[in-house]
């Protein structure tokens, strides 16, 4: 796109504007009026092809397609992890989910880790969560609960949710909500920006839904969008989790993908939803709402459209690239793209800078992507990193919990049975000292235009990938031989960032 894009001085949004008046209360009150509103958006499972903006044969999502054609799209926006937990946690800490323990989905944050909840509320924002939190129970007695880091109300699950979803408020006894999964957490959201709204305070919503994570139902008009599908579609079968069992069964791709195709269209109107009410009560302006998912494509959804190599569980681009598009009229008047590499990370420090609060003294692994929405076509030149931790590999059998158990036990009920039950339990140990066995594991690095991938499926005799991401989007030419000392290079740099990586799991950052 030939596009230009108009923006609000940052000042006018920082907290250290400087006020001639000597009334304190008057003074934070004019501060935060001009602090723009903020509204997080997470798909669950929703991988970078499953939207129509990115030419998906199938899948119907005009919400999320107006909003990459009238805001900021990002064609290259990365999930922090191929899976979700981990994912979730960079985006509300900045930081690798590594250096907390959050390795894989499952295992919860650590209690002293900072939020963008935090930082907001420091600011004057009114925070809260709704829907799918999956870094910690949701119950009032769990330290990584959304209340314990940061947010001042939360309507939650421990994990994913279905159509009448079981969600606990503010941590207290679950209870059902009748209604289409994402239109109920939308519906609580609506609610809370009007009480902020009510209270003149600048709010934070962050809005994790269920969708599309198996297992897929949807509502008859949506299952109806989907009937067509084509007949070679019915010819292979997936595995997959059993709404009525919990167990998993064998069905026909295009059974499922009709069920959760019309997941995604659920999800997409309810965002609709949202724009139309931030619309009507004159919020639209100066609120940024941004939508990304939280890993790639998952094997039940089959690789419909998928143009990217692997999927979800994987470095290469299938599992870490994601949808991400961002709203602000104020700042962001007309259309524009960005092909810089960004990430879930750059969460926190972007809403650090335009609220004017001071990052945590601890790494940070993002950057602040504000410059982007100055210049679209400026590049990242800080390095990007992945890495698939192997805690099997690492703790012993009797490992030491850093959190009491019996806090890391949920309650919010869910359609699937793992380990014999229809709860999830959380996990996270003490890591008291670095050895040289610590550092395997699937990683990659991105720099300028490359990729390299230590650990993955096809490296060279030298045991490395590197990839040529902008004119190789596939990842299906191996350069790691014809660039033998940029190998070098990115793997010393890798190794770095590995070493402080495993100094913040030892508990160094809190001291």
């Known amino acids: ?40 958006l997470m798909g669950d499972d929703h991988g970078w092809d499953e939207v129509g903006y990115n030419g998906h044969p199938f899948v119907k999502t005009p919400v999320l397609d107006e909003m990459a054609s009238s805001g900021l799209r990002f064609d290259r926006f990365y999930s922090g992890h191929p899976s979700c937990s981990p994912t979730r946690g960079s985006l509300l800490t900045g930081r690798h989910p590594n250096r907390y ?21 420091e600011a004057g924002y009114a925070t809260a969560h709704f829907g799918k939190w999956h870094v910690g129970p949701v119950k009032t007695d769990s330290p990584t609960s959304p209340g314990a880091m940061g947010f001042d109300e939360w309507l939650s699950h421990d994990n994913f949710f279905e159509m009448d979803p079981v969600l606990s408020r503010n941590g207290e006894t679950p209870k059902t909500i009748e209604g ?63 709404n009525e069992t919990g167990e998993q069964v064998s069905r026909p791709l295009r059974d499922v993908l009709q069920e959760r195709y019309a997941e995604i269209t659920a999800m997409d109107r309810a965002i609709g939803k949202l724009r139309t009410f931030l619309k009507e009560n004159n919020l ?94 400026k590049q990242r030149t800080e390095p990007l990193y992945f890495w698939q931790f192997e805690p099997g590999e690492v703790f012993g059998k009797n490992p030491e919990p850093y959190i009491d158990p019996e806090l890391q036990e949920g309650t919010t009920p869910l359609a699937k049975i793992m380990a014999g039950k229809f709860t999830r339990s959380f996990r996270n140990y003490k890591y008291k000292q670095i050895s040289e066995n610590d550092y395997s594991g699937e990683r990659a690095m991105m720099k300028d235009q490359f990729k390299l991938v230590v650990g993955g499926k096809t490296p060279d005799e030298s045991g490395f990938e590197l990839y040529d991401i902008q004119n190789d989007p596939g990842e299906e030419n191996n350069l790691a031989d014809q660039y033998p000392e940029m190998v070098k290079e ?18 160094a950052d809190y001291k």
């Open 1 to 40: 796109m030939n596009t230009k894009i108009h923006t609000i001085g940052i000042a006018s949004f920082l907290l250290t504007i400087t006020f001639s008046c000597t009334n304190a209360q008057k003074e934070k009150l004019e501060d935060q009026e001009g602090l723009p509103n903020i509204v997080l």
């Open 101 to 121: 323990g959050t390795f894989t989905p499952g295992w919860s944050l650590r209690p002293e880790e900072v939020t963008i909840a935090h930082l907001l509320k």
């Open 180 to 242: 289409e999964g994402s239109e109920v957490v939308i519906d609580e959201t609506l609610k809370f920006i009007q009480r902020s709204k009510n209270t003149n305070k600048p709010f934070m919503a962050v809005v994790w839904f269920g969708s599309p994570h198996e297992p897929y139902s949807g509502l008859p008009e949506d299952l109806a969008l989907y009937e067509n599908l084509p007949d070679s579609l019915a010819n292979r079968n997936v595995r997959l989790t059993s």
């Open 284 to 377: 639209q302006e100066n609120t940024l709402v941004m939508y990304c998912g939280d890993n790639g494509t998952p094997p039940s959804a089959a690789r419909t459209g998928l143009t990217r190599r692997e999927q979800k569980g994987s470095l290469y681009e299938g599992g870490i690239l994601v949808p991400g598009v961002l709203e602000w009229p104020a700042a962001i008047k007309e259309p524009v793209s960005t092909s810089a590499v960004s990430v879930t990370s750059d969460l926190l420090p972007t809403l650090a800078e335009l609220t004017g609060q001071p990052l945590p003294d601890r790494p940070i692994d993002g950057i602040s992507l504000v410059p982007f929405f100055h210049e679209p076509a």
């Open 490 to 507: 990115m793997q010393a740099e890798l190794r770095g960032w590995q070493e402080s990586v495993l100094n913040s799991l030892t508990e």
